[in-house]
């Protein structure tokens, strides 16, 4: 399954090729592989985040990777969902009737995960 990216860059690559066998000059620009250069972020948004994540700004000796990973994800649970098409189906069919603006089942699924969320955290989203 191709993302919107994937998706984009195959249309781009097929089309560029037709132009060529066509002999017409391609539409889109050649593609680049250098990254982006991000810069350093603020220093208010490193006093708010680096706490958070202090094994992303840190750099630990290798034999203390895993102790350190460890501690960080204590009282954090994966938690796994699964709904079946006809779920989906009616989450959809009972969210859209209460609305005038056409919602995919996305938006729906999206909506009810985020309402969900909202019940169980303090702070809400």
């Known amino acids: 399954m191709y993302k ?3 998706t984009t860059a195959r249309f781009r690559f097929i089309h ?5 066998y066509q002999n017409k000059v ?3 620009p050649t593609s680049t592989f250098r990254k982006h250069a991000l810069p350093p972020p603020s220093e208010a948004i490193a006093t708010e985040y680096y ?4 094994l992303l700004h840190h750099a630990y ?11 960080a994800k204590k009282g954090v649970e ?6 079946t098409g ?17 919602l995919t089942i996305q938006d729906c699924l999206t909506a009810y995960i985020v309402t969900v969320l909202n019940h ?3 702070k809400p989203i």
């Open 61 to 71: 000796p290798f034999a203390e990777i895993g102790t350190k990973f460890m501690e």
């Open 26 to 28: 391609p539409e889109f």
């Open 51 to 54: 706490p958070k994540n202090p």
């Open 78 to 83: 994966i938690l796994n969902w699964r709904f």
């Open 120 to 122: 169980c955290q303090e």
């Open 4 to 6: 919107k990216g994937d």
């Open 86 to 102: 006809e779920e989906l189906r009616r989450l959809h069919e009972s969210i859209s009737l209460s609305g005038q603006q056409a």
């Open 16 to 20: 560029t090729l037709s132009q060529f």
